[in-house]
């Protein structure tokens, strides 16, 4: 069963903007944190930006500044708005959410959404 659903991702050119959405489908309530990972052809996933309960953010170093995660629990979706994009933003983005269990927690991965920037 699909519990995480990425969409957003498309071909822009350097300087440009996307912003990726996450649809949840398990309660938003019931995760500890959520977030955006990366990867590139041949390369490990990398974290990009996380955001914990209570709205505390975590970006990478690379994405700082230009990147903004943010977290709609009414709507059930985590978006990533991505701006100033680099050649070096391709990759496959991958939404992450860690879910309360009564041993501890349980990630979810989506099935990810392709990003190019390119002229």
């Known amino acids: 069963q699909v519990k995480l659903v990425e969409s957003g991702g498309a071909l822009v050119q350097p300087g440009g903007s996307l912003r990726l959405s996450c649809e949840v489908r398990?309660?938003?309530?019931?995760?500890?944190?959520m977030g955006w990972y990366r990867q590139a052809l041949g390369k490990e996933r990398e974290l990009v930006a996380s955001?914990?309960?209570?709205?505390?953010?975590n970006y990478a170093d690379s994405v700082k500044v230009r990147f903004t995660i943010s977290r709609d629990n009414a709507k059930n979706m985590v978006y990533l708005k991505m701006n100033s994009l680099k050649p070096e933003d391709t990759e496959v983005y991958y939404c992450?959410?860690?879910?309360?269990?009564?041993?501890?927690?349980?990630?979810?991965w989506g099935r990810g959404t392709q990003v190019a920037v390119s002229s």
């Open positions: 992450h959410v860690e879910q309360k269990v009564d041993w501890g927690e349980k990630g979810y």
């Open positions: 955001i914990v309960d209570g709205g505390v953010t």
């Open positions: 398990i309660s938003m309530y019931s995760l500890n944190s």
